[in-house]
C-alpha cells in the first residue's frame, strides 16, 4: 500500500540529482572555512536574498535560534507573534539559552501582526524595562493556512523598526513558497529584514539544513554563535551539495505544491462533516476541522493511518495537511476519496 504522507514537506526525500550531488561533492573542513561547496551554497544563498553573505546551520530552529541570540544580549526582548514557529515550537530556545525575553503579541488570520500591536510592545527607555531589541516575522506563515507576507507589509515594520532602532529577523522557513505565490523574487521578501533564514529540508527537499542570509558584519557573529549552540560541522559539503541543487531546480516546482494543495482544500470543502476555506491556501499548507461531533480525532486519523493517509492534529478535532515533492496529484485523488469513505464510514 501506498502511504501518502501529508503530515509535513519535512518527510520530502532528496531528488535523485541531490543524491548524485552528495555522492560527487567536493569537501573540506567548514570550521576552517575549506569546504568549497559550503562557500558555494553559502554565497548563492546571499546572492538569492539579497544579502551580503550567508551561513549554512543543521536546522531551521538552530537558524533562528543564532539570529536571535546573535542581535540581542541577555535580558532583551523580542516582539514575536503567539503563533510563530519560533514560540511554539523550538523549546523556548532562546530564553532557556540567551535569557531573551519573548514579547507576544496577537497574529492576524494572515500571518502579520498589527503594526499598533508591534509599536504598542516596544518598551519605553526606562530602567524599569527590559530593550526592545528585535521583531520577529515568519513568511510563510504555518500556523495562519501557511500565508505569504507581502513586500508592503515587512516594508510598514521596516518603517517603524527603523523609527525606534530596532531590528528585524525574518524566519523564511518557507520563503521560496511566498515568494511563488506572489510571483516575486525571494530577495524582495528579505529586502527589509537584517536577517533571513530560509530551511532546505522542507519544499526544498534536502535531507538536512537551513541557510542564514545577512550582512558580512552579522554572518561574522553569527558564526561564533553557531559554534557556541555545537552547530560548526565539518565536510558539511554533503548537505551542501543538496542545497545547490535544491536552489537550481526546485523553487520553480512549489507552484505544483500549490495547486495540489487548493485542489485537496476544494476536495474537502465537498464533504459533509469536514470544514476548511478553500480561499485561505495561499501555498502548501492547509488546515481543516472535523464537524461531527460523533467522531473523535483519534479514530478519525486512525482509520486514515490504516488507509495509508498521513497527516497531523494540531488541536481537538483541527488537522493540517501539508503538500510537497513526492506527492502527485493522483495522490491528492486518493486522499479526498479516503477521506470521504472515512466519513460515511465512521459518521454510521
Known amino acids: 500500500m501506498r502511504i501518502i504522507d501529508l503530515r509535513s514537506d519535512t518527510v520530502t526525500l532528496p531528488s535523485p540529482a541531490m543524491r548524485q ?3 560527487a561533492a567536493v ?3 567548514d570550521v576552517f572555512g575549506e569546504d568549497p561547496t559550503v562557500n558555494e551554497l553559502e554565497k548563492k544563498a546571499a546572492r538569492m536574498m539579497g544579502k551580503q553573505a550567508g551561513l549554512l546551520v543543521v536546522s531551521g530552529t538552530m537558524a533562528n535560534l543564532v539570529c536571535i541570540l546573535t542581535h540581542c544580549q541577555r535580558g532583551d526582548e523580542v ?3 503567539d503563533q510563530s514557529h519560533t514560540f511554539c515550537y523550538e523549546v523556548g530556545s532562546f530564553s532557556a539559552l540567551g535569557g531573551i525575553i519573548a514579547h507576544i ?5 494572515d500571518g502579520t501582526i498589527d ?4 509599536a504598542g510592545a516596544i518598551r519605553p527607555d526606562s530602567m524599569h524595562c527590559p530593550k526592545t531589541r528585535l521583531i520577529c516575522l515568519e513568511n510563510t506563515h504555518n500556523r495562519c493556512f501557511g500565508a505569504p ?3 508592503q507589509y515587512m516594508e510598514q515594520v521596516a518603517e517603524i523598526a527603523a523609527e525606534n532602532n530596532l531590528m528585524i529577523h525574518l524566519d523564511g522557513a518557507r520563503i521560496f513558497n511566498a515568494a511563488v505565490a506572489l510571483d516575486i523574487d525571494a530577495k524582495f521578501l528579505a529586502q527589509k529584514a537584517d536577517s533571513v533564514m530560509f530551511c532546505l529540508s522542507k519544499g526544498l527537499s534536502c535531507p538536512v539544513g537551513s541557510v542564514i542570509c545577512s550582512s558580512e558584519e552579522f554572518i561574522k557573529r553569527a558564526r561564533k554563535v553557531r559554534k557556541m549552540v555545537g552547530g560548526a560541522m565539518r565536510q558539511a559539503g554533503i548537505i551542501a551539495a543538496a542545497g545547490i541543487v535544491a536552489l537550481d531546480q526546485m523553487i520553480e516546482r512549489l507552484a505544483e505544491d500549490h495547486r495540489n494543495a487548493k485542489r485537496l482544500a476544494h476536495g474537502i470543502s465537498q464533504i459533509e462533516g469536514l470544514s476548511i476555506e478553500p480561499a485561505r491556501i495561499r501555498s502548501n499548507i492547509l488546515y481543516f476541522k472535523l464537524t461531527c461531533e460523533s467522531i473523535g480525532s483519534e479514530q478519525f486519523l486512525k482509520v486514515l493511518a490504516e488507509k495509508g493517509i498521513r497527516f497531523l492534529s494540531t488541536a481537538k478535532s483541527t ?3 501539508v503538500t510537497h515533492y513526492g506527492i502527485e496529484p493522483d495522490d491528492i485523488e486518493t486522499t479526498i476519496s479516503a477521506l470521504s469513505q472515512t466519513m460515511e464510514q465512521l459518521a454510521k
Open 21 to 23: 550531488a552528495i555522492a
Open 27 to 29: 569537501l573540506g573542513d
Open 79 to 81: 516582539i514575536l507573534g
Open 105 to 109: 503579541v496577537p497574529n492576524q488570520p
Open 115 to 118: 503594526l499598533t500591536d508591534i
Open 149 to 151: 507576507l507581502t513586500p
Open 319 to 321: 488537522f493540517r495537511m
